[in-house]
């Protein structure tokens, strides 16, 4: 488990003003989840990054891995317990004249684990990642999904608790990135790592986190389990995540609907129009699996065939069978009457 608490970061600028980029960031990613960490370019997600992993130290706040504050460390003490932490950056960062699995032994090398043991947890590493076959490739003979797969498995190879992927996926082609995003969810599940995934890709976020956090100007504006901020109708996160283009249509009531928090009615549709008589019309949806459930984003139109329906008791009705309703138009009269 990694926890960051109230994290600052401050740097002096040229003029000798004082800039400060993190502004209390707390953050919490508990064993086996992928916690993506999603912003705009200039937010702080880069520096973050970087205290994270120790390659530049917080200026007040807490990084704690297992309990043990890293931030409060130095020295060899910082050495040792920083190794708690694997990262694996946008680049592979390999050397290029060193194969695959000489550049996965290079961390156990520098700790001067014995070669026996090197090369056991080596071919374990490379087998993990599926690129046992390929341990006497260069990294020019890889692809760029291949060589990302060795950088992972040399981000694993002092067997950390927490795993940071720096944009991981940036540059690679669709295939290259849904088998990364793959291997990282095995990892997960086979080590329980804590992973922190650093991305301005929306596709990634919804195929890989477990939960999302939102950084702008230095701050956390909004974090919580992927299925929650789905659900949320007012979620700025929700609609990023699942956005949906406006589309004008005539009604008697207009509403954004989310779901994915909790077990859904799939006959939704067919039950409320036969409960209340009334027309359905959907004007834009965005619904996919996420997890072990449906997510899904959506404005209706609702017309009334026969009597007016109380707003209220309508939301009511759709909360039941699972979806989260809030009313975008309601036609004036309906408005009166309630």
Same mark, same amino acid.
């Given at each position: ?76 003490? +910082? ?108 990892? =997960? ?104 459930? +449906? ?11 026969? =009597? ?5 008791? +309508?939301?009511?009705? +759709? ?20």
């Amino acid at each position: 488990m990694i926890e960051i608490d109230q994290l600052r970061k401050q740097y002096r600028a040229p003029d000798g003003k004082v800039v400060e980029v993190l502004k209390g960031i707390s953050l919490t990613v508990p064993p086996a989840s992928i916690t993506a960490v999603v912003g705009p370019s200039g937010a702080g997600k880069s520096t973050l990054a970087k205290c994270i992993s120790l390659l530049e130290q917080p200026s007040s706040g807490s990084i704690r891995v297992n309990g043990e504050d890293l931030s409060r460390l130095s020295g060899e003490a +910082l050495r040792r317990e920083r190794r708690a932490i694997g990262t694996v950056f946008q680049s592979s960062a390999l050397l290029q004249r060193k194969t695959a699995w000489e550049n996965v032994a290079l961390p156990l090398e520098w700790l001067g684990v014995v070669p026996a043991e090197i090369k056991r947890h080596v071919g374990q590493l490379l087998e993990s990642v599926g690129l046992n076959d390929k341990a006497d490739y260069y990294p020019a003979q890889l692809s760029g999904g291949q060589r990302q797969r060795v950088g992972i498995a040399r981000a694993l190879a002092l067997k950390p608790s927490v795993l940071l992927a720096d944009e991981a996926t940036s540059g690679l082609d669709p295939q290259a990135t849904s088998s990364i995003l793959t291997l990282l969810k095995q990892l =997960r599940d086979q080590f329980g790592l804590s992973i922190i995934l650093i991305t301005h890709e929306m596709d990634v976020v919804r195929r890989a986190a477990d939960a999302l956090a939102e950084i702008r100007d230095g701050q956390l504006l909004q974090q919580g389990s992927l299925s929650e901020l789905l659900a949320q109708p007012d979620s700025r996160l929700g609609q990023q995540l699942f956005p949906l283009q406006p589309l004008d249509a005539a009604g008697d009531i207009l509403l954004q609907l989310t779901y994915g928090d909790r077990p859904l009615a799939t006959d939704w549709i067919s039950q409320i129009s036969q409960h209340y008589q009334l027309q359905i019309d959907l004007l834009a949806a965005h619904v996919e699996q996420v997890g072990e459930r +449906l997510a899904g984003r959506m404005r209706i139109a609702v017309r009334f065939t026969r =009597r007016p329906v109380s707003q209220p008791a +309508l939301i009511q009705h +759709l909360y039941q069978l699972g979806i989260n309703a809030q009313a975008i138009e309601v036609r004036a009269a309906l408005q009166e009457a309630g």
